[in-house]
């Protein structure tokens, strides 16, 4: 069973740092692009940032860019998203994504496991 | 690209089918997919490449469209089906962009 379990949400003041993890199991870790999408309080989708699996290629949102970096342990089957100068329009929800697979391990693909999130609040 | 979902709540009774919009700002080669949202919970994939149902996703859903615009219909909607549903172009990224989303509800 595919299993993707985030953690490391928490309330942190604006401009601090946090560390979000999610760990996996029961799929092939090293050959899925990664993805973090977060959702803020009644708010829709809003795609974070991704990571090839050979982490020659990474990307972001341009809101993040500079401030938040993802990262990932292929011996430990985990994700990470490192993020710094936190605002307050960061609060989200944050769920670590599979990217699925297709025959060139490209990134053109959809989102097609989803882990239940952890929250982020920022806040003074 | 902008995705734009319409409408942005549909009132449904049980049995009837739903018929949601999702638009595009430019084409996207079929690189389309729809994810169902329950309170409280992830996002779920239902339909990808316009038109093709995730793994364990019933046959009562079904996604089609070409070009800028798309479809979700739920043929006959169960008690389980009312929730908030997402589409999302993965054609042209970063930034990988969903719309707005679109409720169902009971009617």
């Known amino acids: 069973e595919v299993q993707l379990v985030d953690s490391g949400g928490d309330l942190v003041q604006p401009g601090g740092s946090l560390t979000l993890s999610c760990e996996t199991s029961g799929f092939a870790f090293r050959k899925h692009w990664m993805a973090w999408v977060r959702q803020a309080p009644g708010k829709g989708l809003e795609w974070v940032a991704t990571i090839k699996p050979d982490r020659s290629e990474i990307y972001y949102v341009d809101s993040v860019k500079g401030r938040f970096i993802i990262a990932r342990d292929d011996a430990k089957n985990s994700l990470y998203l490192h993020m710094n100068s936190l605002r307050t329009e960061d609060t989200a929800v944050y769920h670590c994504?599979?990217?699925?697979?297709?025959?060139?391990?490209?990134?053109?693909?959809?989102?097609?496991?989803w882990g239940q999130g952890t929250l982020v609040t920022v806040s003074s | 690209t902008v995705m734009t979902q319409s409408p942005a709540t549909l009132s449904v009774s049980p049995g009837e089918r739903a018929t949601l919009s999702c638009r595009a700002s430019q084409t996207v080669n079929n690189k389309l997919a729809w994810y169902q949202q329950k309170p409280g919970q992830a996002p779920r994939l239902l339909i990808y490449?316009?038109?093709t149902r995730g793994t364990g996703v019933p046959a009562r859903f079904g996604g089609s469209g070409s070009g800028t615009e798309f479809t979700l219909t739920i043929s006959s909607l169960q008690s389980e089906d009312f929730a908030m549903y997402y589409c999302q172009q993965y054609d042209y990224w970063p930034p990988y962009t969903f719309g707005q989303g679109t409720k169902v509800e009971i009617k």
């Open positions: 490449d316009v038109s």
């Open positions: 994504v599979r990217h699925a697979l297709d025959d060139v391990w490209s990134g053109y693909t959809h989102f097609d496991s």
